[in-house]
T-cell receptor, first 110, second 111 residues
């Protein structure tokens, strides 16, 4: 089993829709989790951190389910500018080494 | 500089040629990582430095790949005798307070 797994998508949603992505991780000892956003032909950038049960930032909500070993990212009221690839990232336990999922591609259409 | 700087942005190499990719991290960032990203995939870990010490090189795909950071600042990723499967974007990141700051990457195409 891969350390971090994501559905690659693409998820095609209309503007204003709510969309959610899941990410599963294999190491139950992992303590921190991140969502990064990557635009086409650009570098990844930090979107949100998830340290305990969850985190909310405007239209974006990240949640952690330790029992089932997954994190989710919910985007409400989708905008065209949300179109990007969303990367789930889990540090290797007790290190700085970041393990990336393959990314989930989101396309928001008018 | 304000961010992580990588050069060159684009590199076309003939199969068998050696290449050197440079990363200039954010000043003061101790940890530096190299990742390889193939089209449609997430970044794959290659190697990791803390200051000048290479702590983990388990992701380097073969002994043709070599990385160094001799003074704990600028890092160079060298690929010898390039093969077509080496074609990818090579990303460098430096980390501060668990956040990774990436450079724009070097897009390597081996022909």
């Amino acid at each position: 089993r891969k350390e971090v797994e994501q559905d690659p998508g693409p998820f095609n949603v209309p503007e204003g829709a709510t969309v959610a992505f899941n990410c599963t991780y294999s190491n139950s000892a992992s303590q921190s989790f991140f969502w990064y956003r990557q635009d086409c032909r650009k570098e990844p950038k930090l979107l949100m951190s998830v340290y305990s049960s969850g985190n909310e930032d405007g239209r974006f909500t990240a949640q952690l389910n330790r029992a089932s070993q997954y994190i989710s990212l919910l985007i409400r009221d989708s905008k065209l500018s949300d179109s990007a690839t969303y990367l789930c990232v889990v540090p290797l336990y007790n290190t700085d080494k970041l393990i990336f999922g393959t990314g989930t591609r989101l396309q928001v259409f008018p | 500089g304000a961010g992580v700087s990588q050069s060159p942005r684009y590199k076309v190499a003939k199969r068998g040629q050696d290449v050197a990719l440079r990363c200039d991290p954010i000043s003061g960032h101790v940890s530096l990582f190299w990742y390889q990203q193939a089209l449609g995939q997430g970044p794959e870990f290659l190697t990791y430095f803390q200051n000048e010490a290479q702590l983990d090189k388990s992701g380097l795909p073969s002994d043709r790949f070599f990385a160094e950071r001799p003074e704990g600042s600028v890092s160079t990723l060298k690929i010898q005798r390039t093969q077509q499967e080496d074609s990818a974007v090579y990303l460098c990141a430096s980390i501060m307070n668990t956040e990774a700051f990436f450079g724009q990457g070097t897009r390597l195409t081996v022909v």
